[in-house]
Nanobody
Framework: QVQLVESGGGLVQAGGSLRLSCAAS????????MGWFRQAPGKEREFVAG????????YYSDSVKGRFTISRDNAENSLYLQMNNLKVEDTAVFYC??????????????????????WGQGTQVTVSS
């Protein structure tokens, strides 16, 4: 089992920045990949960014590329999402997710909800105009 707890959400004006954190506990040594997702009201949960746990290969959705940066601290079992130049359309509940299944051969990025095994409870990010 892996437990995930997000923090860092809040209310920010458009153009501002926030840094989300995700603290992982439990059998974190099983983790192969971690990601950030978000779900806006009335919409499905969508992939935002992901990172391999051993080698820091990162992948972003087109909507956040150049504005968001994902990083991780293996020693602290923590995942981060630095969000800059926030837009009103970034308003959503942001979730941290962990994959413990082995990485597949080929491109190491995972954008589907079903490719992850554990989820946090989410943290609200609200961007005002």
């Amino acid at each position: 089992q892996v437990q995930l707890v997000e923090s860092g959400g809040g209310l920010v004006q458009a153009g501002g920045s926030l840094r989300l954190s995700c603290a992982a506990s439990g059998r974190t040594s099983w983790t192969s990949y971690m990601g950030w997702f978000r779900q806006a009201p009335g919409k499905e949960r969508e992939f935002v960014a992901g990172i391999t746990w051993i080698k820091p290969y990162v992948y972003y959705s087109d909507s956040v590329k150049g504005r968001f940066t994902i990083s991780r601290d293996n020693a602290e079992n923590s995942l981060y999402l630095q969000m800059n130049n926030l837009k009103v359309e970034d308003t959503a509940v942001f979730y941290c997710a962990a994959r413990v299944r082995p990485l597949r051969s080929g491109p190491n990025y995972y954008t589907a909800n079903a490719e992850y095994d554990y989820w946090g409870q989410g943290t609200q990010v609200t961007v005002s105009s």
